[in-house]
């Protein structure tokens, strides 16, 4: 799967229409971000695992304008029963207890909280956090998903920031299923040129102009122009949390800590 050349396609895609509508949110309407550094790259890889048979990864990275973050989401494994399932960026971290009751609620710095439910036609009324509600829950067993939130961000000093939280996929019913921190990898460079046939949705398959780097960033992970992890010098802290069927998410509004 060429996991770079799909990103970048999203990369350099349409911004999201958003509508008119009275604020859900104690704090007003979710901002769009803006000057999100280009080519900060955060991965979150869910863990093999005994306990459920999902794998999957998260990529998420910054649009190339700057306004708003590009993700690629895959996921494997679901089971045939018990969806549509639904996946957030929560506030905190797994813990090193490898609990993702420990992840507390969604990323949410407007506290807005969970009701009414999101409405994806009006996104910027929705939790921050809340990527299915505002790109769509998932309804097979293998899901992937490419598309541009404006919502949350790459740059660290804001609430919307990512990098330091984590992804918890869930049952319809809440169930934690998998989750995974959010690390900072490196990405080779590639310069994103469409054809003359282009799609109106945006999708094409970028050309790469990649070149070695000197020395990898953050958790030294390299991605090749054609997804592959080429070295990896660390790997990130991830875990499974025990079924619970019916958990309820934690009460905890984000701060942007």
Do not use: W
């Not at 590009?70 to 609990?99: C, E, K, M, R, W």
């Amino acid at each position: 799967m060429r996991v770079p050349s799909i990103l970048a396609a999203f990369v350099t895609g349409g911004l999201v229409l958003v509508g008119a509508q009275s604020s859900t949110d104690l704090f007003g309407d979710a901002a769009v971000t803006r000057n999100n550094p280009i080519g900060e790259v955060y991965i979150a890889t869910l863990p093999d695992s005994t306990i459920t048979a999902v794998r999957g990864q998260v990529i998420a990275t910054a649009a190339e304008d700057g306004i708003g973050v590009a993700f690629v989401v895959t996921f494997s494994g679901l089971p045939t029963s018990g969806g549509p399932f639904i996946y957030h960026v929560h506030d905190q971290p797994v813990p090193t207890s490898g609990n993702c009751t420990g992840a507390l609620a969604h990323l949410d710095p407007y506290i807005r909280g969970e009701t009414p439910p999101c409405d994806a036609t009006q996104p910027a009324t929705c939790q921050v956090g809340d990527l299915s509600g505002k790109h769509g829950k998932i309804n097979e067993t293998t899901f992937m998903a490419s598309y541009k939130d404006l919502y949350t961000s790459t740059v660290p000093t804001i609430g919307a920031f990512l990098g330091n939280r984590s992804i918890v996929i869930h049952y319809a019913n809440k169930t934690r299923i998998s989750c995974a921190n959010f690390t900072a990898s490196y990405v080779f460079p590639f310069v994103a040129t469409p054809p003359s046939n282009t799609s109106a949705n945006g999708t094409y398959s970028p050309q790469c102009n990649c070149t070695s780097p000197s020395a990898p960033r953050g958790n030294g992970t390299y991605v090749s122009s054609n997804g592959t992890l080429v070295a990896n010098e660390t790997t990130s802290s991830v875990a499974v949390a025990p079924s619970v069927t019916g958990e309820s998410e934690p009460s905890q509004a984000s701060g942007g800590t």
